[in-house]
């Protein structure tokens, strides 16, 4: 079997980890055939920037999983089979991806996937145009329990559910795309697509914001920003009550990447991504009309 070799746009957390989980794995090949091989780290965020050692901690954990770091997008291309785009800032993403894409590499997109929903929904448009496949998705989707759920385990049919997430505003971004997207996308792991309306209490220590699903199923997703921080969540089926649980790694996560860049099919759909976002901005848009509900059908996509 051809080894995938991945190349990383984007130093952080997210690259040190990947890349130790993908590299470490027992074998020359990496785990399930795939190897980072190469890195391009761009220039530094305003908004969200590491710090000296940080950057040193993960450039030297990569290097010494066979890293080699490149001096451009362009440079790293040629020698990659597959990308994971890991700035940890969206608003570059449109801008760094379409190199990738004009290159026909299928690209993993890392959380917050743009800035705005108009940048999200460019992304999905321009891969389509040069008909590359993209995936995007918290690693929080990837919660054993969530999976199972989705699945129709444990508790059979899902009627509602209540997640929980850190949700720091990041003037930069709409509100939930910074982390709240890790706490939405859990709650969609659960419920699945189609939410039909949003609306969302505000206050500066967290949010509520609730979604109205088809047949009266309700999903409930509970911003942190003050006290104890933590992921979780409470799924109500037609076989119990049960909790979901809290952040597991990212293992879950990289393999679902890793079998992407085999399979070439994305594990999630480019829709339900889209409604992800378009949840959150309606919830942007329920709070500047002080919690009234928005229909996602109404949400602008280029606002």
């Not at 010494?64 to 020698?79: D, K, R």
């Not at 959380?111 to 995936?135: C, D, H, Q, W």
Request: charged share 20%; glycine share 14%; net charge neutral.
């Amino acid at each position: 079997m051809k080894t995938t070799a991945i190349g990383i746009i984007g130093l952080s957390v997210h690259s040190e980890d990947f890349t130790r989980i993908i590299n470490g794995t027992a074998g020359k090949d990496g785990r399930q055939g795939c190897l980072v091989t190469q890195l391009y780290h761009p220039p530094g965020n305003p908004d969200v920037e590491f710090s000296t050692a940080q950057l040193e901690k993960f450039s030297k954990t990569i290097r010494e999983h066979g890293v080699a770091f490149a001096g451009s997008i362009e440079e790293m291309l040629p020698h990659v089979d597959a990308v994971m785009l890991l700035t940890n800032d969206g608003r570059p993403h449109l801008r760094e991806i379409l190199p990738v894409l004009k290159a026909g590499k299928p690209v993993y997109i890392d959380k917050p996937m743009a800035e705005s929903l108009e940048n999200v929904t460019s992304i999905f448009r321009e891969a389509k145009k040069y008909g590359v496949p993209v995936f995007t998705s918290s690693a929080l989707r990837y919660v054993k329990r969530a999976q199972q759920f989705a699945r129709g385990e444990t508790v059979g049919k899902v009627f509602g559910a209540e997640t929980w997430g850190p949700a720091p505003l990041q003037s930069s971004h709409v509100d939930l795309f910074w982390d709240g997207i890790h706490g939405v996308e859990l709650l969609y792991t659960v419920m699945g697509p189609g939410c039909q309306s949003v609306s969302r209490v505000f206050t500066p220590g967290g949010d509520v914001v609730t979604g109205l699903w088809p047949g009266g199923r309700t999903g409930i997703f509970r911003g942190l920003r003050k006290g104890r921080i933590g992921f979780g969540g409470t799924v109500f089926g037609a076989g119990g009550i049960e909790a979901i649980g809290g952040f597991d790694g990212y293992e879950g996560l990289v393999d679902a990447i890793l079998e992407f860049f085999r399979s070439g099919k994305p594990p999630v759909p480019a829709e339900e991504s889209i409604e992800i976002y378009t949840f959150m901005k309606g919830a942007d848009i329920s709070k500047s009309k002080g919690g009234m509900p928005v229909k996602l059908a109404d949400v602008p996509a280029r606002k």
